[in-house]
């Protein structure tokens, strides 16, 4: 069968997967907007994951501090009532025998002071985005640039939030690094003019993110952090890097240098080609023989024969989970997965 690839279970350090099928991190807004909190609904929603036989559930974008918030009710993993409330989800997807990390998302630039309360964004440049506020929908402001100083703190807020996610019951941590968000302000040269040692040439600009993982990594191990990158920024629609097996190259010397064992390169289109003829996930993996998750637009069809010939060795599957919360049951039975639709699967968490 075509599907058998995806259907197998697998072991990466100490996670034990049902399968490869990966949960995409996703923005939902269900969070109370006022606590960061989670509550019952958001419980069931990756329950249902969990109990329909997803080996990895990444979560939502999780804000380590109030200054990363860039939208309403994303939920937080700075305070002891968030930390409680996500146990709750953590417990049930337990339960459930699956598996589940925290997505640590700080939008630096990307936010509005309506949401950060009160505080202007941080950035590592002051370079205002173009375009208006996700759901605020007023343009963006400009940042204030980081101090060093800013940037130890920062660090720290990730490193924090990275042990209470260990705290509220979390198998792992994925560090948002891609999309546009404020590690990828450092490492993209259009958001990132310093002249200290956080910017400049491309191993100077990832200096940001290689702290944060260092630090993460000190908190929750090696082979429980995942780093999510891209060429793709929700904020610069068609961007693309002048030389990508040069940037893929520096990332991941990167990725060695601190000993993280998954990355997750995220792309809105798995099959597209990037250089060379080769797709994202090949030329990552012609210089990386760790885990990769694909993510992108796939199919079963896709995701299995990438498995297959060794591109990646997880799938992540996005909006279909919407759509579809049943979608490895689908799988399994030969069933028909419905099609995404924006208007109806993002208004419940179903
Ligand atoms: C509603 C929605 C919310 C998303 N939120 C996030 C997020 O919080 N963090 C992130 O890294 N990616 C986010 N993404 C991107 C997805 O993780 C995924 O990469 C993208 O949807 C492509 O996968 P798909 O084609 O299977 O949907 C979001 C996507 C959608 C549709």
Do not use: C
């Amino acid at each position: 069968m075509e599907n058998t690839e995806l259907l197998k279970s697998i072991n990466i350090g100490n996670w034990y997967l049902k399968t490869k099928i990966v949960m995409a991190p996703m923005t939902r807004s269900f969070a109370n907007n006022n606590t960061g909190t989670v509550g019952n609904d958001i419980v069931t929603y990756y329950r249902k994951r969990a109990k329909d036989g997803i080996g990895l559930i990444i979560t939502e974008g999780i804000n380590p501090s109030p200054r990363g918030k860039g939208t309403f009710g994303v939920p937080g993993l700075y305070t002891t009532s968030q930390v409680d409330a996500w146990r709750k989800v953590t417990e049930a997807v337990h339960e459930e025998g699956g598996n589940i990390v925290a997505q640590l998302w700080h939008v630096g630039r990307l936010t509005h002071h309506e949401l950060t309360g009160g505080l202007p964004p941080q950035a590592p440049s002051v370079i205002k985005a173009d375009g208006l506020v996700h759901r605020l929908r007023k343009p963006y402001e400009t940042p204030e640039e980081m101090s060093l100083n800013d940037i130890k703190n920062v660090i720290q807020e990730y490193a924090m939030a990275a042990r209470n996610a260990i705290k509220a019951g979390f198998d792992g941590v994925e560090i948002h690094g891609a999309h546009g968000y404020l590690i990828d302000q450092f490492n993209s040269e259009v958001t990132n003019k310093r002249t200290d040692e956080y910017g400049g040439d491309i191993l100077n600009r990832l200096l940001f993110m290689k702290e944060v993982l260092h630090a993460v990594i000190q908190e929750v191990g090696q082979d429980r952090t995942i780093i999510r990158f891209s060429e793709i920024k929700d904020d610069i629609p068609g961007y693309k890097w002048t030389n990508p097996e040069v940037n893929i190259k520096a990332l991941v010397q990167v990725f060695k240098e601190v000993g993280i064992q998954i990355i997750h390169p995220s792309t809105n289109n798995f099959t597209e080609k990037m250089a060379s003829g080769m797709t994202f996930h090949q030329l990552v993996r012609k210089h990386w023989d760790g885990i990769i998750i694909g993510v992108g637009n796939l199919n079963t069809e896709i995701a299995s024969k990438a498995i297959k010939d060794g591109t990646i060795d997880l799938a992540a599957f996005g909006r279909p989970l919407l759509a579809n919360p049943d979608f490895v049951h689908k799988i399994k039975e030969g069933h028909p997965i419905k099609p995404y639709q924006a208007a109806i699967d993002l208004k419940y968490l179903k």
